[in-house]
């Protein structure tokens, strides 16, 4: 299929997806804290776009697009949502701690940069196996203040794993923005320091991402060193929640509207029209096909049956 | 079956699991160096090259999830901290990752880690290098906790740790590590989760835990040989899994039971211990259990300070006859055990 095409249905997927725990929230049948992706699915398709199944990924509680970008399944995905025994660990991890290690999802936590260290970990298994898997971790600005960062970029360079580091830069932590936070003017400047490469990108073009990702895999495998990717974003939502949060006045609606007007999903449908990929009554027809998905998967997660009580003690161990 | 010191047994069942699994391998700060973590590792580096006995950055955080992420991929590694007080640097990675990646992926993964951390004791380790903490780690769910005391326990103890599939913290007490005894010369495993009774009795009951059984021994057998009473040594061994129905059966049959625990008593392993008994053996027991350990401080360094810190062979006499009505022993002639005899620093 053409790339455009592909691209968009990833970005929508997403999309589609949240736009549906929107819908359905109110309902409270989803009993989990929702960290939404909205604004940041261009740098995480993007990024995976890039991903062969077997390559690996790790996340933060943030992890909806991530999840959806690695393993294309919004049936667990919404299972898991509503708790249900089909869901990706059986309605224990909820919406913050996805995976599904057979597709290369592997762990997301809801402590800021715990999973850091845990994808360096998976990148030197990586090597030792010398299996040519390539690891990316995705992590926010907040993430970059914790000792643990440093400590896991100093590890993955000096033993030169095959590791890419995303931060996905919001410019805030839950309410408090960069500015107030670090006594530097750029992350991209002090990462420089490190034996990495290191790239840094603020667009919601989704293909430019890809080829940036594509890129910078090359430059891993080629030279046997890590990456550092800052590719910023703007989170459309509240820290946690489905709604828009401007009334609380800690950051300004007008940066939003800048970045609605490039919003990814709107910024590729643009190219697949304007450079005649794809007809209008295609499009609207695959948009359609999509949304019908993601009705599915939640109607599916709905009907499944909650896992029995004995599951609350089972896999504590192996 | 050969006799080796507690320290060689740990670096034996090391090397033999390594040979056994190429999954197994080693690092922590210092593993690699001249040092040796007091020759637990020698010889490793040599035999198995550095990328399966690695030295690290002063990171534990990081390292603790580095440990844990290769674990998640199929890899069996063994961290090393030479206290474990540094090991608070990575509770994080332990309470709120390692403990938790099983049971919150639906058991698809699993962490297959050992950590080896050694509880440092004397010639003024101080409040920074001395803490035991297992109740701490046991406490969570999801963690394994085992302390070896025996040669014999440190090698099929560690073997089974590096075996087992979830991550499992092994506390080495550093005075256990020049215990000897004769220990089998081929791999194996001993159960995690089976205690041992280390001296049969039938008038009480020690339970004790890490170097505590050592001196909970030589008690015994003072107490055996000036008022002939006949004390039961009972050593959990792990903290989790624990093997409630040996110390159960031993206090029913004693109908007495002191615990000795190496470490403070408030919120501790005593506690614990302690309640298990008066839940399981209420009817049976002819007397209130007695907790003994740390002092509640923070550990001193001058060495007048540290031995009033912690409980000793004495200690555990005048507990046992106090409890069975007994006149205080002279104890002048005996011979207790003197850290300071065989060390002398500098850790």
């Known amino acids: 299929m053409n790339l455009s095409i592909t691209l968009y249905k990833k970005l929508l997927l997403i999309r589609a997806a949240e736009e549906a725990i929107i819908n359905y929230y109110h309902e409270d049948e989803m009993k989990s804290p929702m960290h939404m992706s909205m604004g940041e699915e261009a740098v995480v398709a993007g990024v995976c776009h890039a991903l062969s199944i077997e390559d690996q990924v790790l996340g933060t509680y943030r ?121 530097y003017d750029s992350i991209s400047k002090v990462v420089a320091q490190y034996n990495c490469h290191n790239y840094e990108e603020s667009t919601t073009d989704v293909e430019s991402i890809y080829q940036l990702t594509q890129a910078v895999i090359d430059k891993v495998r080629t030279t046997s060193q890590p990456a550092f990717m800052k590719l910023s974003y703007y989170r459309y939502l509240e820290h946690v929640g489905i709604n828009e949060d401007f009334h609380d006045n800690y950051r300004c609606e007008k940066e939003y509207e800048d970045w609605r007007v490039k919003d990814p999903i709107k910024v590729q449908r643009s190219r697949l029209l304007e450079n005649s990929i794809v007809k209008e009554s295609e499009l609207i027809e695959i948009e359609s096909n999509i949304y019908q998905q993601v009705e599915q998967s939640v109607s599916k997660a709905k009907q499944a049956p909650f896992s029995s009580i004995q599951t609350l003690y089972q896999d504590v161990f192996k | ?62 390292m603790t999830g580095i440990g844990i992420g290769a674990a998640l991929n199929g890899m069996r590694p063994i961290h090393v901290h030479i206290r474990v007080d540094f090991l608070l640097l990575a509770m994080n990675q332990l309470v709120n990752m390692a403990s938790t990646i ?31 903490m297992h109740s701490t780690f046991a406490h969570v769910p ?96 792990c ?65 007048h300070l540290e031995d009033a810190f912690y409980p000793n062979t004495e200690t555990l006499i005048r507990a046992v006859e106090e409890k069975l009505g007994l006149t205080e022993a002279e104890l002048d002639s005996e011979k207790f055990f003197s850290h300071e005899n065989r060390f002398k620093g500098p850790f």
Not at chain 2, 108 to 130: C, D, E, M, T
């Open chain 2, 102 to 132: 099983s049971y919150g992926s639906g058991g698809k993964l699993n962490v297959p880690l050992v950590i080896r951390a050694v509880v440092g004791r004397g010639w003024g380790q101080g409040f920074q290098h001395s803490k035991s």
């Open chain 2, 142 to 237: 999801g963690l394994k906790v085992i302390a070896p005391t025996t040669p014999r326990d440190a090698k099929g103890m560690m073997a089974a740790a590096i075996r087992d599939n979830n991550p499992v913290i092994i506390l080495e007490h550093r005075w256990l590590y020049w215990q000897e005894e004769e220990v089998e010369d081929e791999p194996f495993t001993i159960e995690l989760g089976k205690g041992n009774v280390l001296r049969q009795g039938s008038d009480l009951t020690i339970i004790a835990t890490s170097w505590l059984n050592v001196e909970a021994v030589q008690a015994a057998d003072i107490l055996q040989k000036i008022h002939g009473v006949n004390v039961e040594v009972v050593d959990p061994r």
């Open chain 2, 239 to 303: 903290f989790y899994p624990l093997d409630t129905e040996l110390l159960v059966n031993s206090v029913r049959k004693t109908g007495h039971c002191i615990v000795a625990d190496n470490d403070w008593i408030h919120c501790g392993f005593s506690a614990e211990l302690a309640a298990t008994i008066y839940e399981h053996c209420y009817e049976d027991i002819k007397s209130k259990v007695t907790r003994i350990g740390f002092a509640e401080t923070p550990c001193p360094t001058a060495r």
């Open chain 2, 1 to 62: 079956m050969s006799k080796i010191s507690y320290c060689e047994a740990l670096n034996k069942a090391i090397i033999q699991e390594m040979d056994r699994d190429p999954a197994v391998f080693i690092y922590g700060i210092g593993v690699p160096d001249h040092k040796e973590i007091f020759g637990s590792t020698a010889g490793i580096l040599e035999r198995f090259g550095s990328e399966r006995c690695m030295d690290t950055p002063i990171a534990e955080d990081a």
């Open chain 1, 63 to 183: 992890s909806h697009a991530l999840y959806i970008s690695k393993t294309q399944d919004t049936d667990t995905f919404f299972a898991e949502m509503y708790g249900k025994s089909t869901g990706t660990a059986n309605g224990k991890s909820g919406s913050m701690h996805l995976s599904d290690p057979d597709k290369g999802m592997m762990v997301s936590s809801a402590i800021v940069s715990s999973s850091i260290s845990t994808a360096v970990g998976v990148a030197l298994a990586n090597k030792m196996k010398k299996n040519n898997r390539m690891t990316v971790v995705f992590f926010g600005d907040g993430a970059i203040d914790a000792g643990v960062f440093w400590e896991s970029l100093n590890f993955a360079c000096l033993e030169r794993l095959p590791i890419i580091f995303v931060l996905e830069d919001n410019g805030i932590a839950v309410h408090t923005s960069d500015k107030k936070r670090q006594g």
